[in-house]
T-cell receptor, first 118, second 111 residues
Framework: DTAVSQTPKYLVTQMGNDKSIKCEQNLGHDTMYWYKQDSKKFLKIMFSYNNKELIINETVPNRFSPKSPDKAHLNLHINSLELGDSAVYFC?????????????????FGPGTRLTVL | GNSVTQMEGPVTLSEEAFLTINCTYTATGYPSLFWYVQYPGEGLQLLLKATKADDKGSNKGFEATYRKETTSFHLEKGSVQVSDSAVYFCALSKGNNDMRFGAGTRLTVKP
């Protein structure tokens, strides 16, 4: 009954390769996110999608391209991988903001994908 | 812009010690405030939350009170356990699906 799942859990690849990370949520949420966590545990948002539409796109190289085939999936494709891309990538989801403040925007995180670029 | 500043770690405590991890925020209006916990090798999990001034969030013996006058949301626990060893993140949200996280504080509890 995994709420937010990511595959693969570990990804080791050579510089210059292209790779994808998949994310799926079965919570019925409208919004999904990708975060990058560096070796010092600093968490930085990369993208946010609401109902398959991009709503947040932080300063991220255009080698990173999110793809949302439906609102339950948000995949991350990375072209021409570089050493500095090595990190843990987290997918997350949250329900749509309600009219009152009770929906909190709590985010539910996947287990992470550890990407190592050699 | 909206941001969160939290106490730098690492923090090392003995079992049963009192824990405080400081968190202050900068935001216009009335953000919702959160503490998330990340155990080794896992994703972040919500620990507790508060949506308005003077609200107290609590869970698993942890507490934090939303203080608008000091723009703070400090995390406290009266008696930590070895199993509390993790990285703790303070975060805020203004309700536009944009969550801002602090830098994280690593806590190690020794037996």
């Amino acid at each position: 009954d995994t709420a937010v799942s990511q595959t693969p859990k570990y990804l080791v690849t050579q510089m210059g390769n292209d790779k994808s990370i998949k994310c799926e949520q079965n919570l019925g949420h409208d919004t999904m996110y990708w975060y990058k966590q560096d070796s010092k545990k600093f968490l930085k948002i990369m993208f946010s999608y609401n109902n398959k539409e991009l709503i947040i796109n932080e300063t991220v190289p255009n080698r990173f391209s999110p793809k949302s085939p439906d609102k339950a999936h948000l995949n991350l494709h990375i072209n021409s991988l570089e050493l500095g891309d090595s990190a843990v990538y987290f997918c997350a989801s949250s329900p749509r903001q309600g009219r009152d403040r009770s929906s909190y925007n709590e985010q539910f995180f996947g287990p992470g994908t550890r990407l190592t670029v050699l | 812009g909206n941001s969160v500043t939290q106490m730098e770690g690492p923090v090392t405590l003995s079992e049963e010690a009192f824990l405080t991890i400081n968190c202050t925020y900068t935001a216009t209006g009335y953000p919702s405030l959160f503490w998330y916990v990340q155990y080794p090798g896992e994703g972040l999990q919500l620990l507790l939350k508060a949506t308005k001034a003077d609200d107290k969030g609590s869970n698993k013996g942890f507490e934090a009170t939303y203080r608008k006058e000091t723009t703070s949301f400090h995390l406290e626990k009266g008696s930590v356990q070895v199993s509390d060893s993790a990285v703790y993140f303070c975060a805020l949200s203004k309700g536009n699906n944009d969550m801002r996280f602090g830098a994280g504080t690593r806590l190690t509890v020794k037996p």
